[in-house]
């Protein structure tokens, strides 16, 4: 297991949280939430305390944290998002951002390197640069290779088990936005957002069964608008083969306190909400998906 070093010493940098028994066919992934912040970006940032957390998907892990109870695996990023971004390829690099010159295998010129925000982030949100100077070139790259290759060699491994276990997996990465996320047509700022590529990543009646139960709940629910699914979503999403990936996006207000970073009396509500969800779209899986049909059992 890859560790990062902090000012509490040395820490996982993720752990994959596994049931005592595989239950549902389903992997969750929480790449954002992580908030052990290793030295080596404290000791390069231009940014507060406060100031570069920004880009934390608040507690997006701790509202999962119930999946291993139900029988699915739970893998958490420990490492923040202002120090790799695992939702990205894993060389999106901003040349502007290194000392040296990068490799001609880097992706240079995606939209995401352009905002900003590739492997290797060089802002948090609302446009704050993260680093007071080049980095060199070599940390970026060892955090690739140490910590962003590990991780997804976790994630596609845990995938795989279920999927021989069940005959597929969904993988449901869990993300937070913020609540003045960019507003749809008619000022709309959704509750939560599913996210499937457009329709690619999933098949169109498990988005179908998400959408549908978080909407049962009372939430306004949006699909693909504004956030489709990342590098996550889009990589191990192979629906033909039996791997179906979506995203959910969840509204930072309803569950904490934006300026704070504090979770406020909305989260235990959200919390058991979302057992519910994870709880019936399971069964509407097992339903649909895994449960011999009439004829084959006669």
Not at 136 to 161: C, D, M, N, W
Request: proline share 8%; charged share 25%.
């Amino acid at each position: 297991m890859p560790t990062v070093r902090t000012a509490s010493g040395d820490v996982p940098a993720y752990e994959l949280i596994e049931p005592a028994e595989a239950r549902i066919p389903f992997v969750f992934c929480s790449p954002h939430s992580g908030s052990d912040y290793p030295l080596e970006l404290i000791a390069a940032t231009r940014l507060t305390d406060q100031t570069v957390r920004r880009s934390e998907d608040l507690f997006v892990d701790r509202l999962f944290d119930f999946v291993p109870g139900m029988g699915a695996p739970l893998l958490a990023a420990r490492f923040p998002r202002a120090y790799l971004d695992v939702n990205r390829e894993p060389y999106e690099l901003d040349p502007g951002m290194f000392s040296e010159e990068l490799p001609d295998y880097a992706n240079v010129a995606s939209v995401r390197v352009a905002g900003g925000l590739g492997t290797i982030p060089r802002i948090v949100a609302e446009n704050e640069e993260i680093y007071r100077t080049a980095l060199p070139l070599s940390e970026g790259l060892q955090r690739i290779e140490t910590v962003y290759k590990p991780f997804h060699r976790t994630l596609e491994e845990a995938l795989g088990r279920v999927r021989d276990r069940f005959g597929i997996a969904v993988l449901v990465d869990c993300h937070s936005m913020p609540s003045s996320v960019r507003a749809l047509p008619g000022g709309r700022r959704p509750d939560m957002v599913i996210g499937d590529r457009f329709g690619t990543s999933a098949a169109g009646r498990l988005v179908t069964i998400a959408t549908s139960r978080l909407a049962a709940q009372g939430y306004d629910v949006a699909r693909n608008k504004p956030y489709a699914g990342g590098f996550i979503t889009e990589r191990y999403g192979r629906p033909p083969v039996g791997f179906h990936a979506i995203q959910i996006e969840i509204n930072r207000a309803l569950y904490a306190d934006e300026r704070t970073y504090l979770p406020h009396e909305g989260f235990a509500v959200l919390r058991d909400r979302l057992a519910a969800f994870v709880a019936g779209f399971a069964a509407d899986v097992d339903a649909e998906y895994l449960q011999p049909s009439a004829a084959a059992a006669e």
